[in-house]
């Protein structure tokens, strides 16, 4: 089992730019969540499924968007990347025992 | 509002014991979860509670109040290697988390 692997890790992009962020779980869970966490801060939600075809926002989905067509990929659009969306992101799903898994992340820089 | 509140740093001997607390102010509470990351890593589950009282996984234990929204975790017999953030998180019926902005804790020789 890979776990939950994340595609890029590392991009810099430029303001204006638009990109997507890479999500796959091999574990079969149905919830899956982006997270983005700023040096020093905790981790913010962002947006979260808890099925294919159904999302919903968090506490901070300004500036991004998501879909969910398999239960495996939960993709995260940025549209017009923006300098305050600098940041590591992280998705994660949750077993039954309401642990979540993280993935190793994707360092965002945008100038 | 819904908040966590956890002290930003904690230094400890290794060796020794250290409680990293968590004060939290929020509705629709579900449980109370710890989680540990290392410098440039990713979060990975440490304990959960989800009901009062202690939960003991090995050398960490994690307490939860509901009546005094005040939860900790306890590190025992501290290694270097648990240098480390740890976060208090609260979860909701949809298993979202609400994290608090972190303890970093720096074990010393």
């Known amino acids: 089992n890979a776990g939950v692997t994340q595609t890029p890790k590392f991009r810099i992009l430029k303001i204006g730019q638009s990109m997507t962020l890479q999500c796959t779980q091999d574990m079969n869970h149905n919830y899956m969540y982006w997270y983005r966490q700023d040096p020093g801060m905790g981790l913010k939600l962002i947006y979260y499924s808890v099925g294919a075809g159904i999302t919903d926002k968090g506490e901070v989905p300004n500036g991004y968007n998501v879909s969910r067509s398999t239960t495996e990929d939960f993709p995260l659009r940025l549209e017009l990347a923006a300098p305050s969306q600098t940041s590591v992101y992280f998705c994660?799903?949750?077993?039954?025992?309401?642990?979540?898994?993280f993935g190793p992340g994707t360092r965002l820089l945008v100038l | 509002g819904q908040s966590l509140e956890q002290p930003s740093e904690v230094t400890a001997v290794e060796g020794a014991i250290v409680q990293i607390n968590c004060t939290y102010q929020t509705s629709g509470f579900y449980g109370l979860s710890w989680y540990q990351q290392h410098d440039g890593g990713a979060p990975t589950f440490l304990s959960y509670?989800?009901?009062?009282g202690l939960e003991e996984t090995g050398r960490f234990s994690s307490f939860l109040s509901r009546s005094d929204s005040y939860g900790y975790l306890l590190l025992q017999e501290l290694q270097m290697k648990d240098s480390a953030s740890y976060f208090c998180a609260w979860g909701d019926s949809s298993y979202k988390l609400i994290f608090g902005s972190g303890t970093r804790l720096l074990v010393r020789p």
């Open positions: 994660a799903t949750v077993d039954s025992q309401e642990t979540q898994y």
């Open positions: 509670n989800a009901l009062d």
